[in-house]
């Protein structure tokens, strides 16, 4: 399998349009230890050919320029995009759906809530329904993309879509609103998990001696938008599980057994973004990698 790490960044990107956050002021001055990022996706294939995309990102566009195996090839026009697979209904993984609008055939994966999500969104009716079939996949069961490869979603704690959030939220929630993907092509496998707000026991087992783990990323600290003035949420009412403390990803991967673990899906304001940080080194000595785009992973 080769997979590509088309945007390593969390919503917003990094830089991000509006924002001069510390970490946020190096890229836009050029510092050359921050290097900028697009926004959340893999791309995935057993031939080399034809592609999965694991989430749909708004900079899905240039995503694919930058990326010569996903260019158009054959006569008129063809991609070797053949599917795609979103983990969860926010914009960072669903916009890039308007981006495929233009008369192309491929199949839309996803949990049947996030699905009818797209569904109840009239834009992306944009997309021809006689060439993007779409297909609901159950937790847990298995689906064959065509291309070699099999998805099985599995839920992960978190939550529904910023957009859809009403008063009272249920951040922790398990089902159909946030799942993690086990994308295997018979003889290898990895785990792609871009959003989870807790590492509990049920998500430590099931990721336990993995290959490869592309995880959640987003801020080094819960209260780091709190702390920087930017937001009055924590990471972890935003769905997300902190790098740091005693709950946090590192301490709980720590004894893990997985062999490679990356971090993607990483918010700009998180200080592992610049490379000779105290906590770029924290993640590295514990054994973590910081993606980037760009970076491919053979699996
Ligand atoms: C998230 O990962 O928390 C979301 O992408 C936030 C957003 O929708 O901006
Ligand atoms: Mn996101
Ligand atoms: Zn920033």
Redesign the pocket.
Known sequence: MRILVLGSA???GFPQWNCNCPVCQLAWSGDKRVKARSQSSLAVSADGERWVLLNASPDLRQQIINSPALHPRGASRQSPISAVFVTNG???HLAGLLTLREQQAFTLFGSHATLAQVANSSVFGVLNKTLVQTRAVDLESSVDTGIGLKITPFAVPGKI??YLEEEVVDVGAEGESTVGLEISDGAKSFFYVP?CSDVNERVLKRLRGADVLFFDG?TYTDDEMLALGLSPKTAHR???VALSGENGSLARFASSGIARKIYV?INNTNPILIEDSKERESVEKAGWEVAYDGMEVKQ
Do not use: Y
């Open positions: 969390a919503g917003g926010d914009i960072d879509p910023l959003g987003t935003m769905g997300h899906h």
